[in-house]
């Protein structure tokens, strides 16, 4: 079973940063992509930013320029920095990888941020 597993969150100030790994337990070349999901209190999951095998980046349009995913081969880890964080950006934030139509998630890392 494919295992991933987020590290990185936190609480922190508007204006802030924070870098949220993702590492897997297999090679994440086994996956077709690998994104950063995120969860508000009352709000439906929604795709952050994720990365294709290829290197293709895809961002929502709330972080753009605020938000890069970027990958780790050698460590299969795939890592989130975010900068000017928002209060609005207060989520719970989970890894997934995709195979086939397959999803594999991770367990979720808060992120909190305060005005």
């Known amino acids: 079973q494919e295992q991933l597993v987020e590290s990185g969150g936190g609480l922190v100030q508007a204006g802030g940063s924070l870098r949220l790994s993702c590492a897997a337990s297999?090679?994440?070349?086994?996956?077709?992509?690998m994104g950063w999901y995120r969860r508000a209190p009352g709000k439906q999951r929604e795709l952050v930013a994720d990365?294709?095998?290829?290197?293709?980046?895809n961002y929502t349009d709330s972080v753009k320029g605020r938000f890069f995913i970027f990958r780790d081969n050698a460590k299969n880890t795939v890592y989130l920095r975010m900068n000017s964080l928002k209060p609005e950006d207060t989520a719970v934030y989970y890894c997934?990888?995709?195979?086939?139509?397959?999803?594999?998630w991770g367990q979720g890392t808060q992120v909190t941020v305060s005005s």
């Open positions: 997934a990888g995709t195979v086939g139509i397959d999803y594999y």
């Open positions: 990365i294709t095998r290829a290197g293709i980046t």
């Open positions: 297999i090679s994440i070349f086994s996956f077709n992509a």
